[in-house]
């Protein structure tokens, strides 16, 4: 097909995809990523320490990625960044878009992902996914007419191949999860392809399958960790701690009984025949009564958890509770609950906790803000490969156009910061443009290039002239139908006291007389209130207007 051409064509020569390449040296021996074996057999270890063991390997991670989106505060920090990363733009109605200066690219771009894709509809999920794996796969559907749709693909039964080099050979699906791939060959692709298909693996092109990954601790990473992933070490003590102090809760904090049975004077045979006596007749019994209803008699309580003690002499029988020791371990609980929320990088007020000064937690907002940030940065760069894919089927060479494309920012608060430096940086140039030029505060302030500076001056000079021309313009209007008023109230200089009009006199002419005069269903005296600090010469003419308008709307009614 000659779309598929196109596509292999570009891709082997595609410099984005070969410096990708570059640099990633690892085999497939190890599937996760890592540049060592730090995995830890489960064999090796037992009991406490193979639960708190925190095991590298890629299909491990998965698996503890999976147990820990069951608990609460982590499920809802998946949420709490999805949520903050897919905002959508009130002006666009979107929540990523394309931008090019040339409208029918932008067309193009936009057509695909939100009539053919749909992104809008979907990127929740995608996103979520990709924050709970720290990977997200999609097979793109591609015809003559580009990409028509993806299909995302379940991120466990994916893998990336590479050769000993580390350059991308493709991708395969084991719907088993068992990767076999020891004695595959590489030399040889149609041999290549053969070998996973007998054991069970689908091939796919690396045009065909678009990987978001958020890129690991490890340089050379092959596959991307989630944002749970530094909360790990944390969930796995947390969690064992919860349950320990709920199964304590349980087995030793109900209070217990001691039955004390006076046996006087028998025997220690016999009065130990008594204790078992009386403690069976004590025992919970259920049977079923004479009209067939099923009744309890006696003692509800297991008779392993109450205690009973023979006594003798002044010791009469009696029953005394006895209460468990209490084991207060809140403050641990919280302890490793404040380390969780530490490596989740989300403030504690997202979840409904404790008040914070609004310093600080606009200071943890920006920082939550980074991370989110870093998740638009890794979506957005598999969004281009998308459409790096699509403009290279319909025959566009992604590399000779413009575009990028963008997400709306996740929090305002990032967004006042940048503003406030933009603030300082531009009081700092009006203070210094008494000692410097302005092309050269631009550089070194805004860090303009030359060519940029000089424009942005000459632009604000040429602006500058045009609007005094416009208010000359202005002025001589009026003072040629009004020759009565002052043209100092004009700010053209001259007047009694050859002065230039203050403001409020400008501010009335510029802006306010020519309202004034269109309104005709307000009364001369609010109209007039609005020109009070005008001079009277002004005043004269808007009384005279209203006088007119007045005479003509009455000759209207009459007629």
Not at 218 to 235: E, F, K, N, Q
């Amino acid at each position: 097909m000659a779309f598929r051409d196109r596509i292999v064509k570009f891709f082997k020569r595609d410099n984005n995809e070969q410096i990708t390449n570059k640099g990633k040296g690892h085999s497939l021996d190890d599937p996760s990523g890592n540049p060592v074996d730090v995995s830890v057999s489960n064999a090796r270890v037992n009991g406490v320490r193979a639960a708190l063991t925190l095991d590298q390997e890629l299909m491990m991670r998965y698996a503890d990625y999976e147990h820990m989106d069951d608990y609460p505060e982590l499920t809802s920090s998946l949420d709490i960044i999805s949520d903050d990363t897919t905002i959508t733009d009130t002006l666009r109605n979107r929540t990523i878009w394309a931008e090019s200066k040339d409208k029918i690219l932008r067309d193009i771009l936009d057509d695909c992902l939100h009539r053919r894709l749909r992104i809008e509809e979907d990127i929740w999920l995608y996103v979520r996914t990709l924050c709970k794996y720290g990977n997200l796969f999609s097979e793109l559907i591609i015809t003559e007419a580009g990409v028509v749709g993806m299909n995302a693909l379940p991120v466990p039964t994916m893998r990336r191949l590479v050769d000993e080099k580390g350059n991308l050979i493709g991708f395969i699906q084991d719907l088993n999860g068992r990767f076999n791939i020891d004695k595959i060959t590489y030399n040889d692709k149609t041999r290549m392809i053969k070998d996973l298909e007998e054991k069970g693996m689908i091939f796919f092109e690396p045009w065909e399958i678009v990987h978001w990954r958020l890129r690991s601790k490890y340089v050379r990473s092959l596959y991307g960790i989630s944002t749970m992933d530094p909360a790990r070490w944390v969930w796995k003590r947390l969690a064992m701690l919860e349950d320990t102090a709920l199964l304590y809760k349980l087995t030793r904090s109900p209070g217990r009984y001691a039955f004390y049975v006076d046996t006087g004077d028998l025997p220690p045979s016999e009065a130990r025949a008594l204790i078992r006596d009386t403690r069976r007749s004590y025992k919970k019994k259920t049977f079923v009564n004479a009209s067939g209803e099923l009744e309890f008699r006696n003692n509800n309580l297991s008779p392993e958890d109450d205690m009973w003690i023979p006594t003798r002499g002044k010791d009469t029988t009696r029953v005394e509770v006895l209460s468990g020791p209490d084991w207060n371990v809140i403050e641990d609980i919280e302890y490793f609950r404040d380390k969780m929320f530490t490596a989740l990088k989300i403030p504690r007020s997202y979840y409904g906790g404790d008040a914070e000064a609004d310093n600080g937690l606009a200071q943890k907002d920006v920082r939550f803000a980074r991370m989110c940030l870093r998740v638009q940065r890794e979506f957005r760069n598999g969004i281009r490969q998308v459409l790096r894919t699509h403009l290279a089927a319909i025959n566009i060479d992604p590399d000779t156009v413009e575009w990028n494309t963008r997400m709306t920012a996740p929090s305002s608060i990032f967004e006042l910061q940048q503003i406030e430096v933009m603030n300082a940086q531009a009081g700092l140039i009006e203070t210094l443009a008494e000692y410097f030029p302005k092309e050269w505060l631009l550089q070194r302030i805004f860090n303009l290039s030359k060519d940029d500076a000089t424009m942005v001056v000459r632009s604000k000079t040429s602006e500058n002239e045009s609007d005094a021309f416009e208010a000359a313009r202005v002025a001589a209007v009026i003072q040629d139908k009004y020759p009565e008023v002052d043209p100092g109230q004009l700010g053209m200089g001259g007047g009694d006291e050859g002065a230039p009009a203050n403001e409020s006199v400008n501010e009335a002419l510029g802006n306010n007389i020519k309202e004034l005069l269109k309104e005709t269903r307000k009364t001369n005296s609010r109209m007039l209130k609005k020109v009070e600090g005008v001079g009277p010469a002004v005043k004269k003419v808007v009384k005279r207007e209203l006088a007119n308008k007045d005479t003509g709307e009455k000759r209207r009614r009459e007629e």
